[in-house]
T-cell receptor
């Protein structure tokens, strides 16, 4: 069964600090992995997408890494800001072929950045 | 804003009521989705429409009835819901089924 596990469930850090969120998956065959940011009361917004051949991708202060061999991904946030407080969701797409692809969602990591 | 709008943003209904959720996108996308998001659970895909045809229905109870009258609009008709159906209902769209999904802000539904 395809699964996506995220850790930690929640995290509290001080403004200006860095943090790293983890995502482990068992989705097979693998197509791509996305990290989404979901602010409270809003829909998720895509931060990055990585395919099998990509090891790292950055979007401003967000840097995602992917190790397709160990089926692990991380999202590193640098110099955190109060506006980074949100839920971060890891989503993995399988490669079932054609239009019959499936998304597996993690439960998310709830990040709180305090002043 | 992502270009996907949802109305209403909040809805409180009794178990005997009938209501509808509306989703609209003007991004020129061909695929639209309904998701359910409950506390401390992953997003659950409910329905997928591609080119206005339902292509996926993930064992959703019949008290949820989707409708896609055209490529820009998606509805979720609700009737005789249960309190456990209370959740955030998210709509999303994408260019095609393999593309990045753009989510709406969601409708926070409470069933009394």
């Amino acid at each position: 069964k395809n699964q996506v596990e995220q850790s930690p469930q929640s995290l509290i850090i001080l403004e200006g600090k860095n943090c790293t969120l983890q995502c482990n998956y068992t989705v097979s065959p693998f197509s791509n992995l996305r990290w989404y940011k979901q602010d409270t009361g809003r829909g998720p917004v895509s931060l990055t997408i990585m395919t099998f051949s990509e090891n790292t991708k950055s979007n401003g202060r967000y840097t995602a890494t992917l190790d397709a061999d160990t089926k692990q991904s991380s999202l590193h946030i640098t110099a955190s800001q109060l506006s980074d407080s949100a839920s971060y969701i890891c989503v993995v797409s399988d490669a079932s072929g054609g239009s019959n692809y499936k998304l597996t969602f993690g439960k998310g990591t709830l990040l709180t950045v305090n002043p | 804003e992502t270009g996907v709008t949802q109305t209403p943003r909040h809805l409180v209904m009794g178990m005997t009521n009938k209501k509808s959720l509306k989703c609209e996108q003007h991004l020129g996308h061909n695929a639209m989705y309904w998701y359910k998001q409950s506390a401390k659970k992953p997003l659950e895909l409910m329905f997928v429409y591609s080119l206005e045809e339902r292509v996926e229905n993930n064992s959703v109870p019949s008290r949820f009835s989707p409708e896609c009258p055209n490529s820009s609009h998606l509805f979720l008709h609700l009737h005789t819901l249960q309190p456990e159906d209370s959740a955030l209902y998210l709509c999303a769209s994408s260019h095609d089924r393999g593309s990045r999904q753009f989510f709406g802000p969601g409708t926070r539904l409470t069933v009394l």
